[in-house]
């Protein structure tokens, strides 16, 4: 039995995304699509055949990545540096996650550090895996496509979240981004 699309939008998607301030029609439905692709909106909290968690299905291959390449990585642009602690700190007050200030040996600075929690947290909290799967999509500096284009909604899941090596069918996909578009239209901001 999975989580009702609306409700998952609702109460899952859209208060994640304003509270990381990262909230936009497309990151709605890329999410609401995404989660509806690898877990039919929570049908499976883990895998069938493989290690992938939560309602994103997120490897823990990734998440580490996530955590070590992404949000705790040394930046020495400040503007850039600026932006991405805003955003780690934003997504430890809204997760309720542990924050550590660690000295940079390289220069007298200091880093803000997020501890990741154990990967199966992604399988329970239903706020934490959305903005790790927002997160995910950051990572890629190319623009969200348009709320309303189904077709380069699913081709932007494929090529940035589910990979060349994933199992997704393209075809199958743009179905389910145009189904959440249509039944979506006036619920997305």
């Known amino acids: 039995m999975a989580i009702y699309y609306k409700d998952f939008l609702e ?5 994640t995304l304003k509270s990381l301030k990262v909230n936009s ?25 493989g290690n992938a968690l939560g309602a994103y299905q997120c490897e823990p291959k990734t998440y580490k990545d996530i955590f070590d390449n992404y949000l705790n990585i040394i930046l020495y642009d400040q503007e850039l540096r600026h932006r991405r602690d805003n955003l ?14 660690v000295k940079n040996g390289v220069v007298d600075d200091y880093h803000l550090f997020i501890v990741a929690p154990d990967p199966k947290r992604l399988m329970y909290d239903l706020k934490f895996s959305t903005a790790i799967a927002r997160i995910h999509y950051l990572r890629n500096p190319r623009p969200l496509p348009k709320w309303n284009d189904a077709e380069e909604m699913a081709s932007y899941h494929k090529k940035y979240y589910n990979t060349s090596l994933g199992k997704t069918d393209l075809s199958k996909s743009i179905e389910i981004f145009k189904e959440i578009i249509d039944k979506c239209r006036n619920m997305i901001i």
Request: aromatic share 12%; glycine share 2%.
């Open 11 to 15: 109460y899952i998607i859209i208060p």
């Open 25 to 49: 029609s497309s990151a709605q439905i890329l999410l609401l699509g995404t989660a509806s692709i690898e877990s039919e909106i929570c049908t499976f909290l883990k895998q069938i055949k």
């Open 88 to 101: 780690k700190y934003l997504f430890a007050k809204t997760c309720k996650l542990d924050i550590k200030f």
